[in-house]
């Protein structure tokens, strides 16, 4: 299959790519390198031996897509390409309805120009909001606490809409949270541009010595050890997800959300514990006040 990755030089994306070119698809990735690395794009390559077509393109930019879609003429799309840090979201909202949403559209709309009927789009689970029970399953209701969660649920509800206009359409949203790790060759894994937003690699830098200290956003959550539990699932079996979802996608017409997560929580502390015993490294942290947005504990399940 002839698979367009958007944000396919990002985090997940580039373990994506990878994945998908192990199965046999071929690849185009389309990113702006606003949180990626064409390095990711050259490593992987290299790593299954497989070329990849690369294109620097904004999401945004309909004729930049137009030019992409017509020189690669994918069958399906994977739809990364997006903003996802929960506290910017909150201050920085218009930026953030502009690229995830107005930048879904833009896809959507490329997509339809090239008659491309297929796409998995890389949701939250940040859109079911406050948790009225746990763990998440695909019936919880959907009311986002922060613009982010917001943003990826207007897609959601967007990509719907598209779906059911035309016979033969199919999409799939996979909601999730916290990847971490990296693939076992060492060769790719999580380098965020700047500040990390992610738990992960901020303790890795710590850990590393490039920052001093950890930055824990709160610690009088509900949870054992007052400090925010989250799902983590290793990146490369999301990336596996992302790869059966395009592979199992059904009869046209079809929209489906389906939850992907470790089934279980883990709090921050617990994290920077399980770190320290595995590096034998001492991590160094300070607490801080709550992040806008923030919700005390969740996790995914069936």
Known sequence: MRVLVTGGAGYIGSHTCLELLTAGHEVCVLDNLHNGYLRAIERVSSLTNRMIEFTDCDIRDGEALNSAFAKFAPESVIHFAGLKAIG???????MYYDVNVGGSIAVLAAMERAGCTNIVFSSSAAVYGDPEYLPYDEEHPTRPVNPYGRTKLMAEQIIHDWVKTTPGRRATALRYFNPIGAHVSGQIGECPRGVPNNLMPYIAQVASGRRAELNIWGNDYDTLDGTGLRDYIH??????????????????????????????????????????????????????KRRQGDIDKFWVGK
């Open 88 to 94: 910017e979201s909150s201050i920085k909202p218009l």
């Open 235 to 288: 990146v490369v079996d999301l990336a596996l997800a992302h790869v059966a979802a395009l592979e199992r996608q059904g009869a046209g017409d079809t929209f489906e959300a389906i939850n992907v997560g470790s089934g279980k929580g883990a709090t921050v502390l617990e994290m920077v514990r399980a770190f320290e015993a595995a590096s034998n490294k001492k991590i160094p942290y300070r607490t801080a």
